[in-house]
């Protein structure tokens, strides 16, 4: 299974010490391995308040319309704080 590993962590959540963005993607890439999951994209908006308009979630949106990234067969690994 291919998958998409997105992560985010506002500034907010980064000055109470909560997961920080490579924690994150750490957590998500292990756990996408130990599934045997093929790791199409990684993508992350780092001090941001979230929601779909942040560079790195547009980018992995631009990028599935694209076909830079195959949507065929691909599930999406989100974790926000």
């Not at 997105?6 to 490579?22: P, W």
Request: glycine share 10%; charged share 25%; aromatic share 6%.
């Amino acid at each position: 299974m291919k998958v998409i590993v997105y992560a985010r962590s506002a500034s907010a959540i980064k000055s109470k010490g909560m997961d920080s963005i490579q924690n994150q993607l750490a957590r998500l890439t292990n756990y996408a391995k130990e599934k045997g999951m093929d790791i199409s994209g990684v993508y992350f908006d780092s001090g941001t308040k979230g929601g779909v308009n942040t560079s790195g979630f547009q980018k992995l949106m631009k990028d599935l319309v694209s076909g830079d990234i195959s949507a065929r067969r691909c599930s999406v690994l989100l974790l926000i704080d």
